[in-house]
């Protein structure tokens, strides 16, 4: 797919972004509610600090593919590194080079934007993104990824669990 291009994503581009989102849900079994996310996808991608950059997989004016990614820190290494986000390219546009492209130029962005490595996930069930990662020369660590929302949030989030750990509201802030 020579006649793809790449390039930063434009706000132009959050409606179909969406779309995106939702085919890569899907793909990976997942379910998604697309109601508000161009909205705060925009203010994620163009705030006055960005939280996530991203690249889209362009061919002439229809995205065939997206990935984002932020700059993370490990307190471990004591180093920044990118976190992928997101890899995903429609079907037709898979086997094509345009993951290994996609996945070039966030490497440079993030290598410019001080990260010395990336990270990302990607379901066990999902054995092609396997083949490509490895492909790619990485290796996986075996960790489990876990999540609170919902009750279990709200629920954790709600008060501290022992009198001795309450804090103050400012102490919250980062580096407060």
């Known amino acids: 797919m020579t006649d793809?291009?790449?390039r930063p994503?434009?706000?132009?581009?959050?409606?179909?972004?969406?779309?995106l989102c939702a085919e890569h849900a899907a793909y990976e079994g997942s379910a998604y509610d697309s109601t508000g996310k161009a909205q705060r996808?925009?203010?994620?991608?163009?705030?006055?600090?960005?939280?996530?950059?991203?690249?889209?997989?362009?061919?002439a004016d229809r995205l065939v593919?997206?990935?984002?990614?932020?700059?993370?820190?490990?307190?471990?290494?004591?180093?920044?590194?990118?976190?992928?986000?997101?890899?995903?390219?429609?079907?037709?546009?898979?086997g094509r080079g345009l993951g290994r492209r996609l996945m070039a130029r966030v490497a440079q962005a993030a290598c410019a934007a001080g990260?010395?490595?990336?990270?990302?996930?990607?379901?066990?069930?999902?054995?092609?993104?396997?083949r490509f990662y490895e492909r790619l020369g990485a290796t996986s660590k075996a960790?489990?990824?876990?999540?609170?929302?919902g009750e279990?949030?709200?629920?954790?989030?709600?008060?501290?669990?022992?009198?001795?750990?309450?804090i103050p509201d400012n102490a919250l802030l980062p580096n407060a």
């Not at 954790?156 to 309450?166: C, M």
Request: net charge neutral.
């Open 4 to 6: 793809v291009v790449l």
């Open 9 to 19: 994503v434009r706000r132009a581009d959050l409606d179909a972004l969406v779309v």
């Open 41 to 59: 996808l925009g203010a994620l991608l163009f705030g006055e600090v960005p939280a996530v950059f991203g690249f889209v997989a362009a061919q």
């Open 65 to 94: 593919g997206f990935a984002t990614w932020m700059p993370q820190l490990s307190t471990w290494d004591a180093a920044r590194y990118a976190h992928l986000d997101c890899l995903y390219l429609r079907p037709e546009a898979r």
């Open 115 to 130: 990260c010395d490595r990336m990270e990302w996930q990607t379901p066990t069930s999902n054995a092609p993104a396997i």
């Open 143 to 149: 960790k489990r990824r876990f999540y609170l929302d």
């Open 152 to 166: 279990a949030w709200h629920h954790l989030r709600a008060a501290p669990s022992h009198p001795d750990d309450a």
